[in-house]
């Protein structure tokens, strides 16, 4: 069982920056591949960032050059770091720890871009 919990939301102005973490605790983490994703009001939830085992991180192209997704296996700990914020990037940020069809989800944390 993984246990995955995101934090490192808040209100901030556009243009700002902030920094998700995504802990995932339980054995063997460094073997799963893991994925942001964000739901905003009257949206889908839609996929963000994924970072895998193997092989170049990929970005949705809204976010590219602005977002950048890192592991730090030893902590296991994902992060997202989001520069130039816009209004639209405003939503439940969560993460998503898959590994040979199983899927563990966190509650997500909250961004607000707003002035």
């Known amino acids: 069982q993984v246990q995955v919990v995101e934090s490192g939301g808040g209100l901030v102005q556009p243009g700002g920056s902030l920094r998700l973490s995504c802990a995932a605790s339980?054995?063997?983490?460094?073997?799963?591949?893991m994925r942001w994703y964000r739901q905003t009001p009257g949206k889908q939830r839609e996929w963000v960032a994924g970072i895998f085992t193997s092989g170049p991180a990929n970005y949705t192209d809204s976010v590219k050059g602005r977002f950048t997704i890192s592991r730090n296996d030893a902590w296991n700990t994902t992060y997202l770091q989001m520069t130039d914020l816009r209004t639209e990037d405003t939503g439940v940020y969560s993460c998503r720890a898959s590994r040979a069809g199983h899927d563990f989800w966190g509650r997500g944390t909250q961004v607000t871009v707003s002035s």
């Open positions: 339980g054995t063997g983490i460094y073997t799963y591949n």
